[in-house]
């Protein structure tokens, strides 16, 4: 469904991705391991079309979509979660997850519904819908990430290194919620880095190891 082929990025003329090649299909979930710098940022970003691919191809079904802007990705039904969450401070926790939806001119009824859904899935979203984007804390943050990439994400959700600075209690939560996506979204492809990916076993269907920007 979602998959690159043989793709090489390079960023300041070093390259980063070499010949990297996998597939995403819909029900299932991709944990995409590796150290610190080997690669899996990039990978994700790459699918997004955040930065360009020098060599090979990235498709969405049957279209290729390697020159597609990301927006319009997101408009495909890729829902991208950040590894740095990238949240607007001054925005609310609910405008922040409305972002991409707004961004993409949805109609308000399917906003609020998507919304709706969201909340049902994260209804610790829902308490603090109100409160400032920089005003949640870190892990929280994930979260809040996490509903706006489910705004958008109809065919595939990417996830970079959702885990990271976690405490082990809000790990946990964030775990056993994409357990329930897994259940409730059966249609969606999702790809997780991780650089520690043992809470992410329960939910795995296939793991791939990527080192020095290739995949073993």
């Not at 699918?47 to 990301?70: D, K, N, R, W, Y």
Request: glycine residues 10%; hydrophobic residues 45%; proline residues 6%.
């Amino acid at each position: 469904m979602l998959r690159m082929e043989d793709v090489t990025v390079a960023i300041a003329g070093v390259q980063v991705l070499r010949s990297v090649s996998l597939g995403l299909t819909s029900g299932r979930t991709t944990i995409l391991i590796g150290r610190n710098g080997a690669g899996k940022t990039t990978t994700l970003r790459a699918i997004m079309g955040l930065l360009p691919v020098e060599a090979g191809a990235v498709h969405l079904g049957e279209q290729e979509i390697g020159t597609t802007p990301a927006y319009q990705r997101a408009a495909q039904g890729i829902g991208y979660a950040p590894e740095d969450r990238r949240l607007v401070p001054e925005f609310t926790v609910e405008d922040n997850i409305l972002l991409p939806a707004l961004a993409l001119s949805l109609p308000a009824p399917e906003r609020a519904r998507r919304l709706d859904e969201v909340y049902a899935l994260l209804p610790q979203l829902l308490t603090m819908r109100t409160r400032p984007g920089g005003g949640v804390s870190g892990g929280q943050g994930k979260m809040v990430a996490l509903g706006r990439a489910l705004m958008v994400a109809r065919t595939a959700l990417l996830l970079d290194e959702p885990f990271q600075g976690l405490a082990p209690a809000l790990a946990l939560d964030y775990a056993r919620t994409l357990g329930e996506l897994r259940r409730g979204r059966p249609d969606l492809a999702i790809l997780i880095t991780e650089s520690t990916p043992a809470l992410l076993d329960a939910i795995a269907d296939e793991t791939l190891q990527i080192e020095r920007g290739a995949i073993n």
